[in-house]
């Protein structure tokens, strides 16, 4: 594959409803798959490449690719997994660049994008790291992490906001050392007891806990009832 | 009886029984070597069938103490007995002061070096930090487990 068919692939891909109405199209995006991770895989790339879009963008080379796959995922879940192939090689292609040129460009749409396919696909354990490794991505470039879809996802599972809060504190912490993988600063973190796993998170039944609190307040009621007393 | 020992008695058994795999099965349960004799006290029993937690044993033993004073080695001694001879590979401490010796303690540290037992304290401050959810009752349960079980201060 040359640059022009790999920019006329690339546009063919963002006709989503043409590619699903049509088998022969859908064959096509199936076949040409493996030509176009290479080419993506072959070339050096340019931090215009690599930076993630808000929109569409004709110099996007990996989003264009990994969100046109996305998009196909949903009729069927073999495109998933190409989008998901297509968001390691990028994220693994900043890693590189990052690493060459000692400069950091936010990841956050690929980790999160990652952690969705593993969710579609129920790898559940794994979606966990990724999810909080987009949440780091966020709070290491400074953004109201509150309002991130990385901080939906976990609250969503369950994951206290005081557990998120000291995990964001602990990140500022972490920055210096991890700041261009965010895969490492969840690792880190995970060890360190900062952040439950994802087994740990799922073992405690928040409604139960609450009448443990429930309890608790009882105890400390009365102890400062017996303090008074005495 | 609802003084502040039953309390943390009741609390310790909500708190347990909000981990998958853990059932409380007695609490202030009696075992007896005779109709007179009472052998000894068990604040709870839990059942375990949690599989991340299938080192601790199927049977935990859990002692609370609402003391003032950091619970001293007669009483960790007499609880390790009762973990020795009902053959648990683990046991808590429910102690809102915590124990003597809470960052090292010898006592613990030898138990398990010796028996395999493991001895997990839980004092007022984890409470705390778990009833608002700093932490995981589940990660902080492995975290003082692999203290005990890896001599890890």
Redesign the interface.
């Known amino acids: 594959m040359n640059q022009e068919e790999f920019a006329n692939f690339s546009s063919f891909l963002q006709d989503t409803a043409s590619i699903i109405n049509n088998p022969a199209l859908r064959l096509k995006a199936y076949s040409e798959f493996s030509q176009v991770y290479d080419y993506l895989e072959a070339h050096q790339w340019t931090i215009e490449d690599l930076k993630e879009r808000h929109s569409y963008h004709e110099t996007a080379a990996f989003q264009n690719i990994a969100e046109g796959y996305y998009r196909l995922g949903f009729i069927e879940a073999v495109f998933y997994q190409y989008a998901k192939l297509i968001y390691e090689l990028w994220f693994n292609k900043v890693i590189e660049f990052q690493n060459a040129h000692n400069q950091r460009i936010h990841k956050g749409t690929q980790v999160h994008q990652i952690a969705e396919i593993y969710s579609t696909q129920h790898k559940r354990i794994k979606a966990w790291d990724y999810y909080l490794a987009a949440f780091a991505e966020d709070v290491i470039d400074g953004r109201d992490y509150i309002e991130s879809q990385a901080y939906r996802a976990l609250r969503s599972q369950s994951l206290?906001?005081?557990?998120l809060v000291?995990y964001a504190e602990s990140i500022g912490k972490l920055r210096g050392k991890a700041k261009y993988n965010p895969l490492q600063i969840v690792e880190v973190s995970k060890k360190n007891?900062l952040i439950?796993?994802y087994?740990?998170?799922?073992?405690?039944?928040?409604l139960?806990?609450n009448?443990?609190?429930?309890?608790?307040e009882?105890?400390t009621d009365?102890?400062k009832e017996?303090s008074q007393n005495e | 009886m609802?003084?502040?020992g039953s309390?943390?008695e009741?609390?310790s058994e909500?708190?347990f029984?909000?981990?998958?795999?853990f059932i409380v099965r007695y609490k202030r349960a009696k075992a007896k070597v005779s109709k007179r004799d009472p052998e000894h006290d068990y604040d709870l029993i839990i059942h375990n069938s949690?599989k991340?937690f299938d080192e601790f044993g199927s049977y935990i033993l859990v002692e609370c103490k609402?003391w003032k004073d950091p619970v001293g080695y007669g009483e960790i001694a007499k609880f390790i007995h009762k973990l020795h001879s009902r053959k648990c590979r683990a046991g808590i401490i429910v102690a809102t002061s915590g124990v003597v010796y809470k960052e090292f303690n010898p006592t613990l540290k030898r138990t398990f070096d010796q028996d395999g037992i493991a001895v997990i304290v839980i004092d007022k401050d984890d409470?705390i930090k778990?009833?608002?959810?700093?932490?995981?009752?589940?990660?902080?349960l492995?975290?003082k487990y692999e203290g005990i079980r890896f001599g890890l201060v």
């Open positions: 206290s906001k005081n557990n000291l007891y439950p796993s087994e740990d998170n799922e073992s405690v039944d928040r139960k806990l009448k443990a609190q429930e309890v608790w009882k105890l009365k102890e017996e | 609802n003084n502040s309390l943390l009741d609390f909500a708190l029984n909000s981990l998958s795999g949690s991340i609402n409470i778990i009833l608002d959810r700093s932490i995981n009752l589940s990660s902080l492995r975290k």
